[in-house]
């Protein structure tokens, strides 16, 4: 015969109110209060069981106080276990003492307003040396020479992967652009339009933009037969600085005249700038979209400005400005971390030829690195995000394991550092 709970605890608590009655006599005990207190006990002790049906667990003796103990040194416990493991993991990373490897470059322009460099989604690395274009496979470290100019001085000055790293983007001193496909080493088409050297282009899906030193700025549709989709200019100098936002709907223009423009991609036919920035004091090379903030934009001066600047392109401001007292000679974001990385060429003071790290949005310095005696060129990041390469005017390339994300590990190498089996090579 099964007998009812409740009927075990209407008992129990019968049982333990006598018992209470009968010992104390100093307490004048009223029955309704006594059993508001004794129900309100009852509720705070009360739990679901596996089947989800409420139960209650029922101590009538003073032992049950140990319960709390017992509670504080399983959570003493539990947190020592949380101490113990955090203590155990890396730090989210250092920065970089010296260079995973360096890559001979003979023949590497020295010349601030060239973009010789790209690290495309192939994991392949193309850069321009002199009259020759080189390809560096970095998973493999094999080198391909893609073509060799035999016209005097007509060297590659704007090298850009398409979004895919199928195509690769080559604009020439002497005012060609040309399309090769890297896998068959051939060169696919030439597009005309310029008449001087071209010294920055860039990709927005089958819109290839490209800037000169003749002041304008052509978009390509390289799916028409008559490429030419759109031609501006606004610029009254060489326009070194070209980058897409990551939406695909702006265009950031940088110019030696010290001017930044905003361009909207559906307006561009009408020549209608969306922002004209005239803060900068000097040539406006590196620009860099955010990565995790839509319509912010960094830019950076050359020699007489040596800021970098971050502006809200919606609004049409700039919400941070910092003196760096260098050159600024490339900019790429962190997209592990919110953090910006500079490249650096000619100073006022003893710290110039730097790579600087800087904490975004507060735009405070996290730290400086790099050992390079002449200025930085170029700088560009590679396709995991994790490497930054460095083109320096001594003729070298230069690999920095900067952007890792937090390790979870003892310790964790980048797929390039496991690959370099001397810090030197040569790239030819």
């Known amino acids: 015969m099964t007998v009812p709970l409740d009927t075990i605890f209407r008992s129990l608590m019968d049982l333990d109110r006598a018992h209470t009655l009968l010992t104390n006599k100093t307490t004048d ?55 113990d493991n955090k203590s155990k993991q890396a730090p989210y990373r250092s920065i970089p003492k010296a260079e995973m490897i360096v890559l001979d470059a003979p023949g590497l322009l020295d010349d601030y307003y060239v973009n010789i460099m790209s690290w495309g989604k192939n994991n392949v690395l193309a850069v321009g040396l002199g009259p020759t274009l080189y390809l560096w496979n970095s ?11 035999r016209e005097e001085d007509n060297w590659p000055t704007s090298i850009t992967w398409s979004e895919e790293a199928r195509t690769l983007a080559v604009g020439y001193t002497c005012s060609n652009l040309q399309l090769w496909d890297a896998e068959s080493s051939k060169l696919i088409r030439s597009l005309q339009g310029h008449s001087e050297r071209i010294t920055s282009t860039a990709w927005n899906g089958h819109i290839l933009t490209s800037g ?95 800021c970098i600047r971050i502006w809200n392109t919606q609004k049409g401001i700039c919400i941070h400005s910092i003196e760096t007292k260098a050159q600024i000679s490339g900019l790429e974001w962190n997209r592990h971390h919110k953090e910006i990385l500079s490249s650096h060429g000619y100073s006022t003071g003893e710290d110039q030829n730097k790579l600087c790290l800087w904490k975004y949005p507060s735009m405070t310095k996290v730290g400086e690195f790099g050992n390079h005696e002449p200025r930085i060129i170029n700088l560009c990041q590679s396709p995991d995000g994790v490497t930054v390469v460095s083109a320096v005017a001594d003729e070298t390339l230069r690999f920095w394991d900067v952007f890792g994300p937090p390790m979870t590990g003892t310790s964790m190498a980048s797929d390039l550092q496991g690959l370099f089996s001397s810090r030197n090579s040569l790239i030819r």
């Not at 998973?139 to 100019?149: A, E, G, N, P, T």
């Not at 009254?236 to 423009?261: F, H, I, M, T």
């Open 29 to 83: 005990f009223k029955s309704s209060k006594c059993d508001e207190v004794y129900q309100q006990k009852l509720i705070e002790s009360q739990s679901l069981n596996s089947e989800g049906k409420r139960i209650m667990v029922f101590k009538g003796s003073s032992k049950s106080s140990t319960k709390s103990i017992r509670f504080v040194d399983e959570l003493r416990q539990e947190m020592a276990t949380i101490s």
């Open 139 to 149: 998973v493999d470290q094999r080198i391909h020479k893609l073509f060799h100019v």
């Open 212 to 306: 000169s030193r003749d002041k304008s700025i052509i978009n390509h549709d390289i799916r028409a037969r008559n490429h030419l989709a759109s031609s501006i200019k606004k610029h009254s100098d060489e326009v070194c600085g070209l980058k897409w936002s990551n939406e695909g709907d702006r265009l950031a223009s940088g110019g030696s005249e010290k001017q930044l423009y905003i361009w909207e991609a559906s307006k561009m036919s009408s020549s209608k700038f969306l922002h004209l920035f005239t803060d900068h004091c000097a040539a406006v090379k590196a620009l860099a979209w955010c990565p995790y903030q839509h319509n912010v934009l960094a830019s950076g001066g050359g020699w007489n400005d040596r």
